[in-house]
């Protein structure tokens, strides 16, 4: 089973900032949190990850809280084109047998014009 | 550069037929996997292979499902005597690696929707 919780869905206007949560209590002090997004009739892609700190790259931010059980997906300006499913992933190190994601049902992110 | 692909696309098959399909990875990519994903609900594991090797095949969900990579790079999921609840979208994904990253960046192929009547 996942090991994290997300809202259903959310809303958003485009322009503004998406914010989306995840709980994720009984994450373990070597996992890694990822987020994924899946856009319709794609497979899902990859948007960043993180440990204790907060990460950002090119398409968006990620903030861990310190006791590391929440974290909070920025979308600084959405689009329509982020309009996906996004998952929150607790995953261990990479390496030997730990390879696979396990995904929950994410959240249902729609951007409105 | 090229993506990982899957083929077919879409397929449909009948109850107790057995089926195919196809990954390709990006190349040098040398982990693997095998995910399905039914409507409403996020991709489930199914096989991890680590160059020709299953890593972890603990997601498949009955004998009836095997999967082989012989040369390390394509792998085919194998489904015999499908039934209509094998019906689902099969995803594919590779990575560099355990022994690339630390961490574990999956790049997802569009998939293969199997339909079983």
């Known amino acids: 089973d996942a090991k994290t919780t997300q809202p259903t869905s959310m809303d958003c206007a485009e322009g503004r900032a998406a914010n989306l949560p995840c709980n994720h209590s009984?994450?373990?002090?070597?996992?890694?949190v990822y987020w994924y997004r899946q856009i319709h009739s794609q497979g899902p892609q990859y948007i960043i990850h993180?440990?204790?700190n907060n990460e950002t790259n090119e398409m968006a931010s990620l903030i861990i809280t310190e006791d590391r059980k929440s974290s909070t997906l920025i979308l600084p300006h959405a689009t329509l084109r982020d309009t996906a499913v996004y998952y929150c992933i607790v995953s261990p190190p990479y390496g030997g047998s730990q390879g696979n994601l396990i995904f929950g049902k994410g959240t249902k992110l729609s951007v409105k014009p | 550069g090229a993506g990982v692909s899957q083929t077919p696309s879409n397929k449909v098959t009948e109850k107790g037929k057995y089926v195919e399909l196809r990954c390709d990875p990006i190349?040098?990519?040398?982990?693997l996997y095998w995910y399905r994903q039914s409507l409403g609900q996020g991709p489930e594991f199914l096989i991890y292979f680590q160059g020709t090797g299953a890593a972890d095949d603990s997601g498949l969900p009955n004998d009836r499902f095997f999967a082989v990579r012989p040369e390390g790079s394509v792998s085919t999921l194998k489904i015999q005597r499908t039934e209509r609840g094998d019906s689902a979208v099969y995803l594919c994904?590779?990575?560099?690696?355990?022994?690339?990253?630390?961490?574990?960046?999956?790049?997802f192929g569009p998939g293969t929707r199997l339909t079983v009547l």
């Open positions: 190349s040098g990519h040398t982990a």
């Open positions: 009984t994450i373990s002090g070597n996992e890694y």
């Open positions: 993180g440990l204790k």
């Open positions: 994904a590779s990575s560099l690696g355990s022994g690339y990253s630390s961490y574990n960046e999956q790049f």
